[in-house]
Antibody
Framework: EVHLVESGGNLVQPGGSLRLSCVASGFAFSGYWMNWVRQAPGKGLEWVANIKPDESEKYYVDSVEGRFTISRDNAKNSLYLQMNSLRAEDTAVYFC??????WGQGTLVTVSS | DVVMTQSPLSLPVTLGQPASISCRSSQSLVHSDGNTYLNWFQQRPGQSPRRLIYKVSNRDSGVPDRFSGSGSGTDFTLKISRVEAEDVGMYYCMQGSHWPPFTFGPGTKVDIK
């Protein structure tokens, strides 16, 4: 059975940093593009970033370009999102998703002073 | 960026009756490889999104056959043949033909009358 488990969400002040992790099991993680998607409280879904299996390609939504960095460690079946210069509008539940058919339960990031 | 719209945004339904959600894209979702990458997701209250339909009309494993997807080009529909109580939640369409970015519709809230 496929499992994706996110962690690392927390309350952080504006301008601060946070690193999210997602550990995968039950599928061939190293062969899949992986995505981060976020959902602000009471709002819809927004794609944030994705990464190719070999890390040779990474893409970001404009609003996080230059502030967020996606990475992965295939040996550890893990996906990461380094978030810097956080803003109030980054407050959301962050989901990792593999190939769109499998999603984690999400981790909450709150940016507030 | 491809803009996705959905209608209606709120859909009160009677148990056992059919329901239909429309999704439109700002440009054709036919990919250069000939496929149309239009997904439908269900998000029950308090849960992560779950993909129901991929490439317009293909049901994911475990998805009841009362769910069906159709459409082409810029116009797509998700139908529920007979609504059950467990179908309450938000429904999102998402395009994966022209990315980055992947873009989601605003969501349709399905609840019981």
């Amino acid at each position: 059975e496929v499992h994706l488990v996110e962690s690392g969400g927390n309350l952080v002040q504006p301008g601060g940093s946070l690193r999210l992790s997602c550990v995968a099991s039950g599928f061939a993680f190293s062969g899949y593009w992986m995505n981060w998607v976020r959902q602000a409280p009471g709002k819809g879904l927004e794609w944030v970033a994705n990464i190719k299996p070999d890390e040779s390609e990474k893409y970001y939504v404009d609003s996080v370009e230059g502030r967020f960095t996606i990475s992965r460690d295939n040996a550890k079946n893990s996906l990461y999102l380094q978030m810097n210069s956080l803003r109030a509008e980054d407050t959301a539940v962050y989901f990792c998703a593999g190939d769109w058919g499998n999603w984690g339960q999400g981790t909450l990031v709150t940016v507030s002073s | 960026d491809v803009v996705m719209t959905q209608s209606p945004l709120s859909l009160p339904v009677t148990l056992g009756q059919p329901a239909s959600i429309s999704c439109r894209s700002s440009q054709s979702l036919v990919h250069s490889d000939g496929n149309t990458y239009l997904n439908w997701f269900q998000q029950r209250p308090g849960q992560s999104p779950r993909r129901l339909i991929y490439k317009v009309s293909n049901r994911d494993s475990g998805v009841p056959d009362r769910f069906s997807g159709s459409g082409s080009g810029t116009d797509f529909t998700l139908k529920i043949s007979r609504v059950e109580a467990e179908d309450v939640g938000m429904y999102y369409c998402m395009q994966g033909s022209h990315w980055p970015p992947f873009t989601f519709g605003p969501g349709t809230k399905v609840d019981i009358k």
